[in-house]
C-alpha cells in the first residue's frame, strides 16, 4: 500500500510519560499482573483497546457544545437517527451507551433459552451476553482464520458449508439467529468479504433464520472490502456500507470504535417494526427513554458527526495504514503475527513468539506483561485467559490461538510511536527464552479477565 499522510493535523496535545523501570516492576507487582488493573497515567503508550480512546475531530468538539439535552425527543436524536438512516439504510435506529447495552436490549428478544446464535467468531462480551439470555454462542468461521502465517484477504468470513451442517444439525427453528461481526475482532480484525455476507444471508434466508452485524468496525471492514474484493475498486465506502448493511435485518454496534467516539452504541433494525417498537420499550428498563438510551444530547451530536467522518476513504487509508506499518516492523524483524494484518490491532502469536510456554501458562498473557515491563507499552491479552473456563465443568479451555493484541487507539498516536512500540517487542523477542509463564490467583466467574489477579511463576 502506499504511503497515506493523514488528512488532518494535531491541535491539541496531551502529556504523555515513561515512568522508570523500576517504578513499572512496581506497577505489575501492585496491579496483580494484570494490565487492566494499571492507573493509565503508569502506561507511556496505551494500546489496552481502540474502544473510546481515539481522537474526536475539531466539528465533533465543537458539535458537543449544540448538543440538545432534552430527555425527550431531542433535536441531537433526530440528526443522529437521519445520519445512521442514510448511511445504513435501516428504518429503525436506538441509542445505547455502548456496544453491550445495545446486546442487553436487543438479544433477550432473539434469543429462547437453549438456542443457538452462530457466528463467524463471537466477541467475548458479546459471547457472554448470549449466554447470560440462556443462548449458546457457536463460532463458524473459515479454518484459515486460524493459520497466523495464511495471508488470505478475508480471513473474518463465516464456513459456508459448515454453517450449512450446523443449521441442519440444530434444525432451524434451533438457531436464534446468525451474528456476523465485521471486521472480526476475535480472528485479529480480519475482514469479511461482501461475498460472504451475501452468501450468509443466502443460507439465513433459506431457513427463515435472521441474520445481524455486529457492526462496531463496519467502516474498516468496508475500506477492506474495496481494497481487496474484485468489484469494489471503483465503489465509494458509503457504497459500500449501504450494501453490507442491506443483508442484515438489524445490527448492534458499539459506536466507540468507528463511530470516533468516546461512549456510545446503536441498535438498528432494517424493517421489522414489531421487532423496532419491542426495542423501544426494552430500552425504557435499561438504557434509558429511547430518545437518549443513555447518552447525554452532546454524545448524540458527536456520534452523528463522527459516523460522517469515518466514511472518508482518506482517513481510512491513513488508519489502516498505520496498523500495517507498525506490523510490518515486527514482520520485518520475524516476529509472528497474524497475517494479513487486520483493521485496528496488530495481533502478535505469543504461543510461536514464546514456545517454551504451555497455554496454562498463558503466553500471551506473560508476553503482555513483559511488554510494560520493557517499555511501558500496555497491550492486551486476547488468548486462553481471556477464554476463560468451561461453564459446565469448570475447566480451563484451551484458546486456538495466543494473542497479544496491539490495538491502535483512532486518529491518536504517531508512526514514532508505533516504532517505539515495534523496537521494545523486538528487544524482547531477542531474548524471549527469559519471559516466564504467569498462573491464576484469584478470578471472577464470568468475564475473569478484567478483573483475575496473577502471580509469575518461578
Ligand atoms: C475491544 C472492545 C468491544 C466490542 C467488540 C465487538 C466486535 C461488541 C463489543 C462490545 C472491548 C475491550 C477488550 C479489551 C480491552 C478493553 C476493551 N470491544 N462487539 O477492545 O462493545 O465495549 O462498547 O460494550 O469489539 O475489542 P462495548
Known sequence: MKNVPEPYRIKMVEPIRLINREEREQKLVEADYNVFALRAEDVFIDLLTDSGTGAMSDAQWGAMMMGDESYAGSRSYYRLIDVCQKIFGHQYISPAHQGRGAENVLFPLLIKEGQVVVGNMHFDTTKAHIELKGGHAVNCIVEKAYDTSDG??????????????????????QIAFILITVTCNSAGGQPVSMANIRAVKAVADRFGIRLFLDAARFAENAYFIKQREAGYADKNISDIVHEMFSY?????????????????????????????????????????????????????????????????EHYLAARIGQVAYLGNLLLAAGIPIQQPVGGHAVFVDAGTFLPHLPSEQFPAQALTIE?????????????????GRDPVTGE????PLEFLRLTIPRRTYTDNHMRYVAESLINIFQQRDRVRGVRIVEEPPVLRHFTAKLELIS
Not at 488470505?152 to 427453528?173: A, C, I, N, T, Y
Not at 470504535?257 to 428498563?285: F, Q
Open 152 to 173: 488470505s484477504p478475508f480471513k473474518g468470513d463465516m464456513d459456508l458449508e459448515q454453517l450449512e451442517r450446523l443449521v441442519k444439525q440444530h434444525g432451524p427453528g
Open 248 to 312: 442484515a435485518d438489524g445490527f448492534t454496534m458499539s459506536a466507540k470504535k468507528d463511530g470516533l467516539v468516546n461512549i456510545g452504541g446503536l441498535i438498528g433494525i432494517r424493517e421489522d417494526e414489531t421487532l423496532a417498537n419491542l426495542v423501544r420499550a426494552n430500552l425504557v428498563p435499561t438504557e434509558g427513554f429511547p430518545t437518549y438510551g443513555g447518552l447525554a444530547g452532546r454524545d448524540l451530536e458527536a456520534l452523528a458527526r463522527g459516523l460522517v467522518e469515518v466514511l472518508d
Open 371 to 387: 511488554l510494560y515491563r520493557e517499555a511501558g507499552v500496555r497491550g492486551v491479552e486476547i488468548g486462553s485467559f481471556l477464554l
Open 396 to 399: 480451563q479451555l484451551v484458546s
